[in-house]
Nanobody
């Protein structure tokens, strides 16, 4: 499975941004898809995950109420809508995929990774 993330950029505090991740998988709907992020000098951390069908989502506390993960299984794409962005959201955002269930939240649980897209939020 190959993943290609896009949509990052430089925005101001309070702005919104939508990230996209296009997948090459033939059976995209069988993969749970997640977003992680990594700020400079910090470990990569979980942001959100969506199940293969799109009916189950889980969020990190930092993302709850501001970010929305969704997917389009026809377009083989997963999205992360980020609202009310803060400077502490600045990071490289990675999409990741795993076969099966969506209740996994660590980097070790995901076998497939995109290349990352930079999000910078200025104050």
């Amino acid at each position: 499975v190959q993943l290609q993330a896009s949509g990052g950029g430089l925005v101001q505090t309070g702005d919104s941004l939508r990230l996209s991740c296009a997948a090459s998988a033939r059976t995209f709907s069988s993969y749970s898809m997640a977003w992680f992020r990594q700020a400079p000098g910090k470990e990569r951390e979980f942001v959100a995950v969506v199940s293969g069908s799109g009916t189950i989502t889980n969020y990190a506390k930092s993302a709850q109420g501001r970010f929305i993960i969704s997917r389009d299984n026809v377009k083989n794409t997963v999205y992360l809508q980020m609202n009310s962005l803060r400077p502490e959201d600045t990071a490289v955002y990675y999409c990741a995929g795993r076969s099966g269930a969506a209740h996994y939240f660590t980097t070790l649980d995901y076998a497939y990774w995109g290349q990352g897209t930079q999000v910078t939020v200025s104050s």
